[in-house]
């Protein structure tokens, strides 16, 4: 196996690639790569893993789909078309995207929606702190739980100090609030998580998988 690195200079590129040997990395791609470097390290690995932006995960897709190179994609902050276009290139290879990697993350959309059923007169709301580093806000996470939803949450975003990642789910009522929430104490649960996908990917058909598919598989 042999991994290449999309947004390898970022948090979360050099958290991937401290999980892996020397040896099952094939190369890093960051904003200063050439477009004749890009390709090479694409096309000379067995699975891509990238945390990049939009505009570089697109690329990076392009040239995966060029040539039949897996892709694990955890860049958040696309706008509608970008992903559409992301999606279209899983028609010439296997491409898995989640715009979060943890496993607890998965249970708390799972908890969320059966809450949702059961307090359905509740107000729901949403709060994600993260780092104040991240550009995108609401977090693509906050975007993924809000999609579990029925009703529209009210979301409240905050990006402060060195926060790895905490979402807080609410259902408030006149007397009585459940709330779930998921704290990451390091990006290392993300890499981890992406990781282990890529692993899975390079045996799968051509298509658009998300973490549960995965998640599913590994039952």
């Not at 392009?62 to 999606?87: D, M, R």
């Not at 491409?95 to 359905?120: H, Q, T, W």
């Not at 890529?198 to 995965?214: C, I, R, T």
Request: charged share 25%.
């Amino acid at each position: 196996m042999k991994l290449s690195i999309v947004g390898i200079t970022g948090r979360m590129g050099q958290e991937v690639s401290k999980l892996l040997k020397s040896d099952e990395v094939v190369g890093g791609i960051s904003s200063g790569t050439t477009e004749e470097e890009f390709e090479k390290v694409i096309k000379n690995s067995s699975v891509a893993v990238d945390f990049s932006t939009p505009a570089i995960s697109i690329k990076a897709a392009g040239y995966c789909a060029k040539h039949n190179i897996p892709l694990v994609c955890g860049t958040t902050g696309f706008s509608e078309e970008e992903f559409e276009q992301l999606k279209s290139f899983a028609e010439h290879t296997p491409i898995l995207y989640a715009s979060n990697f943890s496993i607890g993350i998965f249970l708390v959309s799972k908890l969320i929606r059966m809450s949702e059923k059961v307090l359905d007169d509740f107000d729901v709301s949403i709060i994600d702190r993260h780092h104040n580093k991240k550009k995108d806000k609401p977090s693509g996470t906050t975007l993924f739980l809000a999609s579990q939803l029925e009703k529209t949450p009210q979301i409240v975003s905050l990006r402060v100090g060195g926060v790895s990642g905490d979402h807080i789910c609410s259902f408030t009522g006149e007397d009585e609030e459940v709330t779930i929430s998921h704290r990451s104490f390091s990006r290392r649960v993300f890499a981890s998580g992406a990781v282990r996908c890529a692993f899975w990917l390079v045996s799968q058909k051509n298509g658009f998988y998300f973490l549960e598919d995965y998640l599913s598989a590994k039952k």
